[in-house]
Nanobody
Framework: QVQLVESGGGLGQPGGSLRLSCTAQ????????MAWYRQAPGKQRELVAL???????TLIDSVKGRFSIARPGRGNTVTLEMNSLKPEDTAVYYC????????????????WGQGTQVTVSS
């Protein structure tokens, strides 16, 4: 079994910063991609930031220049650095990853974190 443990959510001020962290725990062979999604009340879950296996990153337009995603040393942890926070960033943020369970596995497993609330308000 594999699980994603998230931390760092909470209350942020407009214009302020928060840092989310997510660590994959359990038994697996390799990690493929890691990503952050978010879901605001009444809205669909959307991809916020993605870091590929080769360290290429993708950010949605609304967070470009403000957020950054990183996977230090291509390890088991992915972070989301959120700067210049806006009220519209308020959402539940979910960590996501694909892992290869074993060296001989034919398919990756999709793994989701439990979600962490980020609220941006003064």
């Amino acid at each position: 079994q594999v699980q994603l443990v998230e931390s760092g959510g909470g209350l942020g001020q407009p214009g302020g910063s928060l840092r989310l962290s997510c660590t994959a725990q359990g038994l697996f062979f390799t990690i493929d991609d890691m990503a952050w999604y978010r879901q605001a009340p009444g809205k669909q879950r959307e991809l916020v930031a993605l870091i590929h296996w080769d360290d290429r990153t993708t950010l949605i337009d609304s967070v470009k220049g403000r957020f950054s995603i990183a996977r230090p040393g291509r390890g088991n942890t992915v972070t989301l650095e959120m700067n210049s926070l806006k009220p519209e960033d308020t959402a539940v943020y979910y960590c996501y990853t694909q892992v290869l369970p074993t060296e001989l596995a034919d398919a990756h497993l999709d793994v989701w974190g439990q979600g962490t609330q980020v609220t941006v308000s003064s």
